[in-house]
């Protein structure tokens, strides 16, 4: 009897296949919104023009590199407020880096030398992080928000409260340019990230350890998972991957600017939420956080494409926010069995 009863209760396969994968049904469907729209106002097509299709990729490049890193530590129950200004901290460096060392080295080896130093940047940044949630308990909210405003102040002064040119070559390339003439180079770079973070949160311990310690810190540590250890190398690879969107805008814009990724910092949490993952930690996905950072951006460029107004991009991204949340408290309850 029980277990008859248990059967009845038990939601509907398609309700549950309709729970797990809404982002994807969502991004679909904005897509054939544009779609429509597009061959019904102006004759032409969205998404099959290639320079949109390309638009839309470099849009969704920077917020996807910080949000990895953010799908990480949020599944482990954390977060990292700091990222936005440890984007502009590094692309500031590197920009100041090129201008010194151009006038003396050849520009590969000055673009490279730029890369290692801001990266190293963005490591110091996540080193204290860290050190500060890991080691000293601070609460992650407190502890990256007063990164934040360090890795901020930090950047201003690197530039001097302005913007920074750089004139490499090399570093110029690698943001503008293209592979066989079709693929962004940024995209590229991108694409290889998604690629090793996919495998190492869903095929190794690592990955493993991640969901342990979000799901459970306690019984992590029972299970003999060195917690500490762990938290900090996931803000040190946050950090890493925030230094490298950092190259990536100085290459983009062939210029660094301390204010960088400021408008990228709440896209990033965006992505990682819409793409499913859990706030309260132990839950999320790579290719989840990638489809919610194509959400976001399939709506930003479309709404500029079909000549709404900017602001309304804070809205509808925002409105997406509350609607992933609630879909989230929903499929809590669909997928009991």
Do not use: C
């Amino acid at each position: 009897m029980e277990a008859d009863l248990n059967a009845t209760n038990r939601p509907h396969p398609f309700l549950r296949w309709l729970a797990g994968a809404w982002s994807w049904i969502f991004l679909i469907f904005m897509v054939l919104f544009f779609e429509i729209w597009a061959r019904a106002a102006y004759g032409s097509t969205f998404l099959l023009n290639p320079t949109n299709l390309q638009s839309i990729l470099l849009a969704a490049v920077q917020p996807l590199l910080l949000a990895l890193g953010q799908t990480l530590v949020i599944i482990a129950g954390g977060i990292d407020l700091s990222v936005g200004f440890t984007v502009g901290l590094a692309a500031v460096v590197s920009a100041r880096a090129m201008q010194a060392l151009d006038p003396t080295l050849p520009a590969a080896l000055s673009f490279a030398l730029a890369v290692l130093l801001a990266l190293a940047a963005g490591l110091g940044v996540g080193v204290v992080n860290a050190f500060l949630v890991a080691r000293l308990n601070v609460p992650p909210f407190i502890g990256t928000l007063g990164m934040y405003g360090v890795a901020r102040g930090l950047g201003f002064l690197a530039a001097a409260g302005n913007t920074v040119p750089t004139s490499n070559p090399v570093n110029s390339a690698m943001g503008n340019g293209f592979l066989f003439g079709l693929i962004p180079i940024p995209v590229l770079i991108t694409a290889v990230v998604v690629l090793i973070m996919h495998y190492v949160l869903s095929q190794t311990k690592f990955g493993q350890y991640t969901y342990a310690i979000g799901g459970n810190r306690q019984a992590a540590v029972r299970a003999g998972i060195n917690v500490t250890g762990h938290t900090m190398q996931l803000y040190l690879i946050t950090a890493l991957l925030a230094g490298l969107a950092g190259v990536i805008y100085t290459g983009r814009f062939t210029a660094g600017a301390a204010q960088a990724g400021e408008p990228t910092l709440l896209d990033s949490i965006a992505a990682v939420v819409i793409g499913g993952a859990s706030l309260f930690g132990g839950a999320g996905t790579i290719i989840g956080t990638v489809i919610g950072a194509l959400i976001i951006a399939v709506i930003q460029f479309g709404l500029v494409f079909i000549n709404v107004q900017p602001f309304w991009q804070f809205i509808a991204v925002g409105l997406v926010i509350i609607l992933s949340v609630l879909v989230d408290q929903s499929k809590a309850r669909v997928m009991k069995p």
